[in-house]
């Protein structure tokens, strides 16, 4: 056996710990790690986790978190296409770990490289690519089709500075090719007037994406045809219900949710912009929320002089956020402090160039919006 197979710690001897002892490792595994590390948590993460975390954030902020810090190590509690970023905009020196290898993204699944790659191909065939066409991705995609849109004049985006990137884009460019988040992509084209009927959705399933060679030329946006699993679960009628059952109530929803819901609510961002709009709204606002449900939950506790419901009454949770549990995170962070790094992730040389030009084309392109 290897020196580093022998000091690797098992996970399993963390899942008969008590939730007191666990925090306690991790607080000792922190404290012995010092600005050695650093443990960054997105705002979906539950509870448990995030009062670990030195730093959160929304998947924007984590990005320019992970290209600014000095620390050796950066644990990442949130998503594998989140700690992939991390990989890509950190110093080549730097290590990231995920500390549950299932912590997944659905939507990001909803699309491949080989499945990208394929259908940029179509659209050269049928011509589409002699106008200018930009590939575009949402921050939730692999690195593979991050750095796909780097290395064809394309950038990434995530909810809260799409409309700054599409006003750009949309000025210097004929059309634009969106992945994975149809949700997103259209209702941040309806944003800029752009009518439905140019916005076409993309199956990559079907010969064309299922559209006809002259739907293709026809339109402004092309959306991939992906969604979140999470914030799909949010209806319009969910909107109705909770404006009949609470007067006075604002609606405040992600866009990630549908067309449809969106255009119900009465405002709509970022997970930042959610946190922001409640953190300065007054005493006695009524919210109802369409997002991640430990992210409004919190938001409740935080502010008691405020009523705030989750938008839907089932249970709207990101199951593979909650896959770091204070458990895996423990098991990471003691592993580093014997010096030995578990669930690494690593992005190839080649993919880490093409997708860092693309995500810093996002942050030199944007900035932070309120
Ligand atoms: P944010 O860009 O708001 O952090 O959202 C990321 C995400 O995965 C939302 O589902
Ligand atoms: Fe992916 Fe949706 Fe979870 Fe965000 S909330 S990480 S988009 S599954």
Same mark, same amino acid.
């Given at each position: 056996m290897s020196a580093v197979l022998e000091a690797t710690r098992e996970l399993e001897e963390y899942l008969v710990l008590s939730d007191q002892e666990i925090a306690e490792r991790i607080g000792s595994a922190r404290e012995a790690l010092g600005p050695r590390v650093v443990i960054l948590g997105h705002h979906y993460q539950r509870d448990d986790v995030i009062r670990h975390a030195d730093l959160f954030g929304d998947s924007y902020?984590?990005?320019?978190? &992970?290209?600014?810090?000095?620390?050796?190590?950066?644990?990442?509690?949130?998503? +594998?296409?989140?700690?992939?970023?991390?990989?890509? !905009?950190?110093?080549?020196?730097? =290590? #990231? *770990?995920? @500390? /549950?290898?299932?912590?997944?993204?659905?939507? %990001?699944?909803? &699309?491949? *490289?080989?499945?990208?790659?394929?259908?940029?191909?179509?659209? =050269?065939d049928i011509g589409v690519l002699d106008s200018k066409v930009a590939p575009i991705t949402y921050m939730n995609s692999t690195a593979a089709i991050k750095a796909f849109c780097g290395r064809n004049e394309g950038v990434v985006c995530t909810s809260s500075n799409a409309v700054p990137l599409f006003d750009i884009y949309l000025k210097e460019y004929d059309k634009m090719f969106f992945f994975p988040d149809q949700h997103l992509g259209r209702n941040t084209g309806a944003k800029f007037g752009i009518p439905l009927?140019?916005? !076409?959705?993309?199956?990559?399933?079907?010969?064309?994406?299922?559209?006809? @060679?002259?739907?293709? +030329? /026809? %339109?402004k946006l092309i959306l991939w045809r992906g969604h979140c699993s999470v914030h799909g679960r949010f209806k319009p009628w969910h909107v109705d219900k909770i404006r009949e059952e609470v007067p006075g109530v604002k609606v405040l929803v992600h866009p990630e949710c549908t067309r449809e819901v969106v255009e119900k609510s009465d405002l709509d961002g970022s997970t930042s912009f959610i946190i922001k709009t409640v953190e300065n709204a007054p005493a006695g606002s009524k919210w109802a929320i369409g997002t991640e449900v430990n992210l409004v939950n919190r938001l409740a506790k935080r502010f008691p002089d405020q009523e705030i419901?989750?938008?839907? @009454?089932?249970?709207?949770?990101?199951?593979?956020?909650? =896959?770091?549990? @204070?458990?895996?995170?423990?098991?990471?962070?003691?592993?580093?402090?014997?010096?030995? #790094?578990?669930?690494e992730i690593i992005v190839d040389d080649e993919t880490k160039h093409y997708a860092g030009i693309a995500l810093d084309r996002m942050i030199s392109m944007t900035e932070r919006p309120g």
């Open positions: 902020q984590l990005s320019l978190m &992970a290209s600014q810090t000095d620390a050796d190590y950066i644990v990442f509690c949130g998503v +594998h296409f989140m700690a992939e970023s991390a990989n890509v !905009v950190g110093k080549p020196s730097q =290590r #990231v *770990i995920l @500390p /549950d290898l299932g912590a997944g993204c659905s939507m %990001a699944d909803m &699309a491949n *490289i080989d499945q990208v790659e394929d259908s940029w191909e179509q659209l =050269r009927d140019k916005m !076409v959705v993309w199956n990559p399933h079907e010969e064309l994406g299922g559209n006809t @060679p002259e739907q293709l +030329h /026809d %339109a419901h989750l938008l839907a @009454p089932d249970l709207c949770m990101c199951a593979t956020m909650y =896959r770091i549990a @204070p458990q895996n995170l423990a098991w990471a962070m003691e592993n580093l402090a014997d010096g030995v #790094v578990v669930n």
